[in-house]
C-alpha cells in the first residue's frame, strides 16, 4: 500500500468535511449527507483496486 493513498483519502475527508460545515452554515443541511455519500463513494472506488490486489494476493499465498 502507497503512502499516497492514505494521503489522498485524508484529502478526500478534509475536503468533505469543509463542504459539509460549508453546508451546514448557510443552512443547506439536506445536502451535507450527499456530500458525504458522495466522499465515501469516492474513497471506495479509490480502494477497490487494493482490495484486489488483497485478494490476488491471499489467492496466490494459499493457492486458491
Known sequence: MDVDL???IAGVGIIVAVINQ???KADREEYVMVTTLAGIIIVLSMIIGE???LFRTVKSVFGL
Do not use: A, G, H
Open 22 to 24: 460549508v453546508l451546514i
Open 51 to 53: 482490495i484486489s490486489d
Open 6 to 8: 492514505i494521503f489522498k
